[in-house]
Nanobody, 126 residues
Framework: QLQASGGGLVQAGDSLRLSCAAS????????MGWFRQAPGKEREFVAS????????YYANSVKGRFAISRDNAKKTVYLQMNSLKPEETAVYYC?????????????????????WGQGTLVTVSS
């Protein structure tokens, strides 16, 4: 089970850190990802991190502004979001992928994730 938190209302240019807490004993064996879905739009990939935190991958739109990290001891994955933009208003979801893919691009595809959190709303005002 995944529980996302940390969303809220911020102004453009502000920062926010999302957290996703996992239950279960095998968290460290899962790659983790963050996706987001804006109103009326499809869910899109934001960032992913490998089980060991050795590899991270970002959507081009957030590269340099967002940072994904994980603490396996706390069974938690984070998404630090800086310089937020109004168009990034969305529900942000965390997800866990049990299969290990050699191609990092595979982790950008939502169908490759096994478990999903309930989402946390981020609203960025202009």
């Amino acid at each position: 089970q995944l529980q996302a938190s940390g969303g809220g209302l911020v102004q453009a240019g502000d920062s926010l850190r999302l957290s996703c807490a996992a239950s279960g004993r095998t968290f460290s064996s899962y790659a983790m990802g963050w996706f987001r879905q804006a109103p009326g739009k499809e869910r899109e990939f934001v960032a992913s991190i490998s089980w060991s935190a050795g590899n991270t991958y970002y959507a081009n739109s957030v590269k340099g502004r967002f940072a994904i990290s994980r603490d396996n001891a706390k069974k938690t994955v984070y998404l630090q979001m800086n310089s937020l933009k109004p168009e990034e208003t969305a529900v942000y979801y965390c997800a866990a992928a049990g299969k290990r893919y050699s191609n990092r691009y595979s982790y950008t595809q939502s169908q490759n994730y096994d478990y999903w959190g309930q989402g946390t709303l981020v609203t960025v005002s202009s």
